[in-house]
């Protein structure tokens, strides 16, 4: 396990001097975290020790990082199956329970939330990795940051609090529920930082402006948002940007690694935390490697993890690689336009691959229209003999009603025009689509 650095001089430009490490020497570093810790899962009797007893595998096979690609990839499925044969902390767990001192889980829909693990250690690591991304976008110590992601069972309030903590920040953990006492503490407090998702980054701005505040004259200088695609949707960063009279910054975690990558003050890209984690970036059909560029499903194994190490776990999540070195001068790979949807929630549209952060992204961008939208697949969009895609239905809400034809009609033009896709647009009256703070359903499927 690494320790955690020292906080660095408050004019120091990095957090931690392995953001900027030359990328042979970066391999170097994975190739020898990934030994020990396969090691490790090699010993005992874990998933890992099992699957790699039944494919005849050994640390010794691992000659370079290339090699990493022969062991399959590890699925939700299977993590899932573990906790059923050995609950309630499942098999993957790798260290014994009284060793764990954190546990998080799943906010999916499934039956039965799933557990993550952390040591103390793998907390520490935790915190001190996102203290690299808050320096990273120009928090200091003796900045307010006002919290507002949930606590509640769900890992992204206390993740946050701790780095920010240990960055030295004075941080008010205050979730995301009571508006009314969110905008008090902002004001009374000169609150300069926030953390949160970016609807309810929108939301809270909006209803400051309803009691007469404006939210762009208050303290707030930056604001991080994650959980949805947000900062890297460049309308939704705009929009956020200009209600607040502040930076907005976009990061990217998930239950199982926290966190994933997270922008600079470039905002060009979110850096991996490569010597945190090995990124793969594979085709989701055949799971090949796809070059730098080219879109693919991001597939991650932990280098230095104490409780539950996942060994190419499948994110799900399609990326765009960027390895050349970052105008911020760091040299940790980046992600390009961040998350640019789910492997399963990507439409193919007439052979144009289509995600809902670029239908988002033309709907935010048109005045007169509310935030937010929904997709519709269903049969009237389908060939009806072969089931393929020839166009969407999109709902989206018309502000004054009044506007709504003209306003569906320039909306379907736009699409149109941007992204090489037919769209069926239909107004809906304000308020009629789901809100929610914490990861909207865009895509709904049916028959
Ligand atoms: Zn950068």
Redesign the pocket.
């Known amino acids: 396990m690494t320790a955690v650095a020292a906080r660095p001089a408050a004019d120091a430009a990095l957090w931690d001097p392995a953001e900027a490490i030359d990328r042979a020497a970066l391999r170097d570093l994975q190739l020898g975290r990934l030994r020990s810790q396969l090691q490790r899962l090699s010993e005992g009797d874990g998933f890992y020790a099992g699957r790699f007893r039944e494919l005849g595998w050994s640390v010794a096979d691992l000659r370079s990082l290339d090699d990493l690609p022969r062991l399959p990839v590890t699925r939700k499925a299977d993590y899932i199956a573990s906790l059923g044969e050995a609950p309630p902390f499942g098999r993957f767990a790798a260290v014994p329970s009284d060793r764990i001192a954190r546990i998080h889980f799943s906010s999916g829909t499934t039956a039965k939330p799933a557990p993550q693990f952390w040591t103390q250690a793998d907390l520490d690591r935790w915190a001190d990795l996102y203290a690299r991304y808050a320096w990273?976008i120009g928090v200091r110590p003796g900045d307010v940051f006002q919290c507002l992601f949930g606590f509640t069972w769900f890992v992204g309030g206390l993740g946050a609090t701790a780095g920010l903590q240990r960055l030295g920040a004075t941080c008010i953990p205050a979730g995301n529920q009571d508006t009314e006492r969110q905008i008090a503490t902002l004001m009374d407090y000169g609150t300069t930082v926030l953390f949160g998702t970016p609807s309810f980054m929108v939301h809270l701005a909006l209803e400051m402006q309803r009691r007469g505040i404006d939210p762009a004259r208050s303290r707030v200088r930056i604001i991080a948002v994650g959980g949805e695609p947000g900062a890297s949707v460049p309308a939704t960063r705009r929009r956020i940007e200009a209600l607040w009279n502040a930076k907005c910054y976009d990061a990217y975690g998930c239950l199982e690694f926290q966190p994933i990558a997270a922008?600079?003050?470039?905002q060009?890209?979110l850096?991996l935390f490569e010597d945190f984690s090995y990124a793969e970036i594979v085709d989701a059909e055949s799971g090949a490697p796809v070059p730098d560029g080219t879109p693919g499903v991001l597939v991650l194994t932990h280098l230095d993890k104490q409780a539950g190490p996942l060994v190419r776990w499948f994110t799900g999540d399609i990326v765009v690689r960027d390895s050349s070195r970052?105008?911020?001068?760091?040299t940790h790979a980046?992600l390009i336009g961040g998350v640019r949807g789910r492997a399963d929630d990507m439409l193919v549209v007439r052979g144009v691959n289509l995600f809902p952060s670029a239908v988002e992204d033309v709907v935010r961008a048109m005045p007169g229209l509310s935030d937010e939208y929904r997709i519709i697949v269903d049969k009237s969009v389908r060939e009806a003999d072969t089931g393929f895609l020839n166009g969407i239905r999109l709902q989206v809400e018309a502000l004054d009603p009044a506007q709504a034809a003209s306003l569906t009609e320039k909306l379907a033009a736009e699409i149109r025009a941007r992204l090489q896709v037919r769209a069926h647009v239909e107004a809906v009256p304000v308020n009629s689509l789901e809100r929610s703070t914490h990861k909207s359903k865009r895509v709904i499927r049916e028959a």
């Open positions: 990273a922008e600079c003050e470039a060009d890209g850096h970052c105008a911020c001068g760091r980046r």
